[in-house]
C-alpha cells in the first residue's frame, strides 16, 4: 500500500534544508508518566543536541538554535493522548509532532531532518479489518498493531419478524433457517461494501465453517479477504480476538515482504532498478524513484561528491558541511517527495542489493 505523507510531515520534509537541523524523536506519554519524568528527558536530549551543536558550529548558531528548541519543550502539551513526540529545530524552520505511532528514542543533528522513523512506524502499523461472523451478529474491527476497536455491528434478529411473514409457507424450518442466514450475510457483505470504501484494507473474516462457508459464496469482496479463520470466537474478547489474529498478522507480513522481492526481481530483469546506497542516491537525486526498498536498520554516513547526484562513504575526519550522517535517511525523503512509495524489509533480506534498493520509473 503506497506511503501516505501526512501534510504536518510533508511540512518538515520541504521545510529549507538549512545546517544545523537538529531532530529530536521520542516516547511522551504524560498519561502514562510523571511530567517531571518527561521533562528530565527532554533536559537529557536537549543538552545532547547542545553538546553536538558546540562540537560542529559557530557559538552564536548553536545559541540561535538551543534558544528555539529550549522554548518549544517549555511549551510542550502535556495534555494529549499521544503516545510520541517529534521536534525538529533549525535556524529557519521548527515544528513539533504530537504521534499516535510508538518510538525509540533518536537524537540527529544533520544537514536534513529525520523523517526514517515516522515512515517506518506508519508502515509497521499494518491496519487491517475483521469481520466476525456468528449465526446472531456480524461485528467489524478495525485493528493495527497499536490498537482494535469495534466499528460496527449488525444483529441478524433485526430481520427476523419481517423474514418471517414472508416465509410462513415454508414448513421446512431449516430452509426457514438458511434463507434468514443468507439475506443477513447478503446485508452484512452490502455493509462490507460501505466500510472497504472508507477503510481500503485487507480483510480477515472470522466465523464458523458453516457460516464462512455461506459468506464465501454469496461475498463481492473475495479479492480484499486475506484469510478466513474458523471457529467460534462470538463470545471472545478483544485481547483474545487479536492473541487469535497475531500468528496470521505475522504470515501476512512475511507474504508482503515475498512479494516486493518478487518486484526488486522483476525490476532487475528488465534493468530498472539501482542497488547499493550510491547508486540509489544518484537515481532518487534525478527523481526517477518508483519504489524504495530498504533494510529498516540500514544506515550509511556520506560526503557529498563534486555533483548533488554523487556521494561517497564518509572517512573521518568529517567535513562539518559535506558531512551526511545518514544517506538513507536522505534517499527516503528524495523518492517520497518526487511521489514514489517506500518500503521496509528485515535485516539481512537485501544483502544481494547492498541492502537497499530502488525501483526506477524508466
Known sequence: MKTAIAPEIKEVMTSLHYRPAVSIIMPFEPKMSLKTELSHSLKIAADKVERELLEAYPYELCTLVMQKLR??????????????????????????????????????????????????????????????????????????????????SNFSDSLVDDAHEKISNFGDMSSRKELLMNKFLRQTDN???????????????????KMIGHFRKITKHGSAIIDYLHGNYEEASIPELRKILAPHIDNWKLVKQTEILKQLEEADGNGKIATGIREVWQEAVRQKGQLLVVEKDYMYAAQHGSKDDIIYKAVEPFKNFSYIKDAVDDVIEKVLLAGGDVEFVEKGVLSQYNHIALVLYY
Open 191 to 209: 455493509t462490507l461494501e460501505i466500510i472497504l470504501n472508507i477503510h481500503n484494507l485487507p480483510l480477515f473474516v472470522v466465523g464458523t465453517e
Open 71 to 152: 522554548s518549544i519543550i517549555s511549551h510542550l502539551n502535556f495534555n494529549t493522548r499521544k503516545n510520541s513526540i517529534a521536534i525538529y529545530v533549525s535556524p529557519v524552520f521548527e515544528k513539533v509532532l504530537y504521534l499516535d505511532i510508538a518510538v525509540e528514542e533518536r537524537i540527529v543533528v544533520d544537514e536534513s531532518f529525520e523523517i526514517r522513523d515516522l515512515v517506518f512506524s506508519k508502515k509497521q502499523l499494518h491496519k487491517y479489518l475483521v469481520l466476525l461472523l456468528s449465526g446472531s451478529e456480524s461485528r467489524i474491527y478495525l485493528g493495527n498493531t497499536e490498537s482494535f476497536e469495534r466499528i460496527l
